[in-house]
């Protein structure tokens, strides 16, 4: 599903209109995003958990030369699926 498609999605299920739903989506992915970047966890109560996991600097290899490549040390982002999504996919 592509973000127009989610945006007419919603404004179907709520009755908003596409730029009210677009600015609610938006609004959503910002606080998110932004809630992220302070380093908090933003739990969805049945559908799951958005966080941040440090991984440590490593080595790896180039695997068309087998040349030794530093990878630095990175956050990246989580999300673990609530018990809910879990049996609505599933079903």
Do not use: H
Not at 26 to 45: Q, R
Request: zero cysteines.
């Amino acid at each position: 599903m592509k973000k127009v498609e989610l945006v007419e999605a919603v404004a179907e299920k709520t009755g908003l209109t596409k730029a009210d739903a677009t600015r609610s989506i938006d609004a959503v992915f910002d606080v998110i995003t932004e809630a992220l970047v302070k380093g908090d966890k933003v739990p969805l109560v049945g559908f799951g958990t958005f966080g941040v996991s440090k991984r440590a600097a490593r080595e790896g290899r180039n695997p068309q030369t087998g040349a030794t490549v530093k990878i630095a040390a990175r956050n990246a982002v989580a999300f673990k699926a609530g018990s809910a999504l879990k049996d609505a996919v599933n079903k």
